[in-house]
C-alpha cells in the first residue's frame, strides 16, 4: 500500500499516478540514454508501483514493455514519437500538434500526454543544445511544446541547457524552460547555465539544482551465460582491473573534425592500455557503451579493435565485455572494476556512482560539470585542448592516485547518491498532488 492510499477513507481508493516520459529514445542501443530511462522508471516505480507510465520512444505505435524495479522486470507502456516527415504518422510530431489543433483526432500519443498527471523530459541527458543540429534540437523541444500545448505540467528533469549558437534557437528554449513547472540542473555548471538562459525569471522553488538521474540507477547481474564467464575473469586473479570505454564517436577521422580534438584517442586508449598491462598484475577490461550496428558511432566496432590489437600479446589479462547488457548490467561490470576511464560520460557515471575511481576523454565541457558535482574535477581529460601525450599523463595520473580517489568518492558518492534519491522524492510528489488535484479518488 504506497503512503497515498493510506489516506483515504473505506471504500475509496486513489487513482494511481499517470506519467509520461520523454527524452530517452534509442535506449536500446545508447546505454547512458537507457541508464536516465532505467533510473527514472525505477525510480518512479519504487515509490507509486501502480503508476501508469508511457515512455515515448522512437517505435512506431503502442506497444508493451518492461523496466526493472528492484531487478525485477515490471510492465510499462510505450509509445511512438518522431521529428519525421511522414506526416500522416500518429507517432509524427507534427501530426500530434495539428491533431490538438483539431480536438484531438483519436491520436493515441496526444491522448497519452493529456492523462498525464506530469510530463518527465530528461533532453537525453544533454541534448537540450543545438551544438548537433537545428534537427536534433527540433526533436528535443516538440516534446516540451506538447506538453505545454496541453497544459500538463512539464518537469525537466537534471540535465544540461545549450550551449547554444543560434540566438533564434536559445531565445526558443528560454520560452521552453520558462514555461515548465520546474527545470532541473545536473551539476553547478549547468545549473549556472540555467540561471543564464531564464535571467531575471531564475525561480529558486522551480529552478534547482540535482544530480544526474544516473546516479541511482540500480546494477543488476548480467545473464547466463555471460554472469558465470564475468565472475570468472573477475576472480581468476587478485591484482587491479582497469576498465576502460572506447567511443566510436570519437575514434572516426570526422569525429575528430566534428569537435575539434587535439589528437587520436584511439591512439590514446591503446597506448594507455599497454601502460596499465606492461604493470604484471593489472587486466583490463573494454566496456562498449553505445552501440548501433553498422552506425558509424559504434563502440563495439571500436572496442573490438581495441581488443583485437591487444589480444596477441596479452591473452586472458584483456577482455571484451560481452554483447547484450542492458544498462543495469554494464553497470554491475564497471562496478567491479578498480578503476575507470571512460569516452562515453554516462560509462563514467556508472563509475562514479558505484565509488569506482574514474577518468574521463571529454570532447564537450558537460563532462566537466557532472565530475564536479563529485569532486573529480581533475580527472578531466579534455581531448579537445590535450594531445596524446598530455592526455595521457592525465589518465595515468588519475590511474595512479586511484587509491586517494576512492577514499574521496567513499564520502562524496552516498551524498549523490543520496540527492538523487531525494530529488525523485520531489518529482514523485509533484506528481501526486497534480493527481490528488485532477482526479483524487475511484469509488470502489
Request: aromatic share 0%; proline share 14%; glycine share 4%.
Given at each position: 500500500m504506497t503512503e497515498a492510499s493510506e489516506k483515504t477513507e473505506p471504500g475509496v481508493r486513489t487513482r494511481p499516478v499517470s506519467a509520461c516520459l520523454f527524452g530517452v529514445p534509442g535506449a536500446h542501443l545508447n546505454l547512458g540514454v537507457g541508464a536516465l530511462r532505467a533510473a527514472t522508471l525505477g525510480g518512479l516505480l519504487a515509490r507509486e508501483p501502480g503508476a501508469e507510465v508511457t515512455v515515448f520512444d522512437d517505435g512506431w505505435g503502442q506497444r508493451a514493455g518492461h523496466t526493472f524495479v528492484a531487478g525485477r522486470p515490471v510492465p510499462i507502456a510505450l509509445a511512438g514519437a518522431r521529428h519525421s516527415r511522414r506526416y500522416h504518422r500518429p507517432e509524427s510530431y507534427l501530426n500530434m500538434r495539428i491533431s490538438a489543433a483539431l480536438g484531438g483526432l483519436g491520436n493515441a500519443g496526444l491522448a497519452r500526454i493529456d492523462a498525464a498527471d506530469v510530463v518527465l523530459d530528461v533532453s537525453g541527458g544533454d541534448s537540450f543544445s543545438d551544438i548537433y543540429g537545428e534537427h536534433r534540437f527540433r526533436t528535443v523541444a516538440w516534446p516540451k511544446r506538447l506538453a505545454l500545448l496541453r497544459r500538463r505540467p512539464l518537469v525537466l528533469l537534471p540535465q544540461t541547457y545549450g550551449p547554444f549558437r543560434s540566438a533564434r534557437l536559445r531565445a526558443e528554449a528560454a520560452v521552453l524552460v520558462r514555461g515548465a513547472r520546474t527545470a532541473w540542473a545536473r551539476d553547478p555548471e549547468s545549473f549556472a547555465a540555467l540561471a543564464d538562459l531564464l535571467g531575471p525569471d531564475l525561480d529558486p522553488r522551480r529552478h534547482r539544482e540535482g544530480v544526474d538521474v544516473a546516479f541511482a540507477l540500480e546494477p543488476r547481474v548480467p545473464d547466463e551465460p555471460a554472469y558465470q564467464r564475468l565472475t570468472g575473469w573477475f576472480e581468476a586473479e587478485p591484482g587491479p582491473v582497469a576498465g576502460i570505454n572506447v567511443s566510436g564517436l570519437m575514434s572516426r577521422p570526422e569525429g575528430r573534425v566534428q569537435f575539434g580534438l587535439a589528437g587520436d584517442t584511439s591512439e590514446v586508449a591503446n597506448r594507455l592500455c599497454e601502460r596499465l598491462l606492461e604493470q604484471s598484475d593489472t587486466r583490463v577490461?573494454?566496456?562498449?557503451?553505445?552501440?548501433?550496428?553498422?552506425?558509424a558511432d559504434d563502440d563495439r566496432v571500436a572496442s573490438e579493435r581495441l581488443y583485437a590489437a591487444l589480444a596477441p600479446r596479452y591473452g586472458d589479462r584483456i577482455a571484451l565485455a560481452p554483447s547484450g547488457l542492458d544498462p543495469h548490467q554494464s553497470k554491475w561490470v564497471i562496478a567491479h572494476t578498480s578503476w575507470f576511464c571512460g569516452m562515453r560520460m554516462h560509462a563514467t557515471i556508472a563509475a562514479l556512482s558505484s565509488a569506482v575511481p574514474a577518468a574521463v576523454v571529454a570532447y564537450s565541457d558537460k563532462a566537466r560539470g557532472v565530475f564536479a558535482s563529485v569532486g573529480q574535477r581533475r580527472h578531466v581529460a579534455d581531448a579537445r585542448r590535450l594531445p596524446d601525450d598530455a592526455l595521457l599523463d592525465v589518465l595515468w595520473t588519475s590511474w595512479t592516485g586511484r587509491a586517494e580517489?576512492?577514499?574521496?568518492?567513499?564520502?562524496?558518492?552516498?551524498?549523490a547518491v543520496g540527492r538523487a534519491s531525494a530529488q525523485m522524492d520531489e518529482f514523485v510528489t509533484l506528481a501526486r498532488a497534480e493527481r490528488d488535484r485532477r482526479a483524487p479518488t475511484e469509488v470502489r
Open positions: 577490461i573494454i566496456v562498449p557503451h553505445v552501440l548501433t550496428p553498422n552506425g580517489t576512492a577514499a574521496e568518492l567513499a564520502i562524496r558518492t552516498p551524498a
